[in-house]
């Protein structure tokens, strides 16, 4: 069993920063890959990034590179989600997820655990 735990958002303009973190308990950390998911209202989860346990392989949604960065800290089971840049249509709740470190992609099956989610609200 992992469990997650998502902290860091919060109500911020367009244009500010924010870094969400994930801490995570249970399962061996440095074994899991670790995914960043997001719900906007009315619409459905989607894919935001992800980073495997070895840190080698990253990969952003077209709508977030270049101004969001994953990254991963295996010594203190903690992943980050470092979001500069912030426009109103990235207000969403924002999940951490985790999944074997043999899965490297964007498919939301793939990952077994996820956690509660953290508001980011960005006004115009």
């Known amino acids: 069993q992992v469990q997650l735990t998502e902290s860091g958002g919060g109500l911020v303009q367009a244009g500010d920063s924010l870094r969400l973190s994930c801490a995570a308990s249970?399962?061996?950390?440095?074994?899991?890959?670790m995914g960043w998911f997001r719900q906007a209202p009315g619409k459905e989860r989607e894919f935001v990034a992800v980073k495997n346990w070895s840190g080698d392989y990253i990969l952003y949604a077209d709508s977030v590179r270049g101004r969001f960065t994953i990254s991963r800290d295996n010594a203190k089971n903690t992943v980050y989600l470092q979001m500069n840049g912030l426009k109103p249509e990235d207000t969403a709740v924002y999940y951490c997820?985790?999944?074997?470190?043999?899965?490297?992609?964007?498919?939301?099956?793939?990952?077994?655990?996820w956690g509660q989610g953290t508001q980011v609200t960005v006004s115009s």
């Open positions: 249970g399962r061996t950390f440095s074994r899991l890959t």
């Open positions: 997820a985790a999944a074997s470190r043999s899965y490297i992609g964007r498919g939301q099956s793939a990952y077994n655990y």
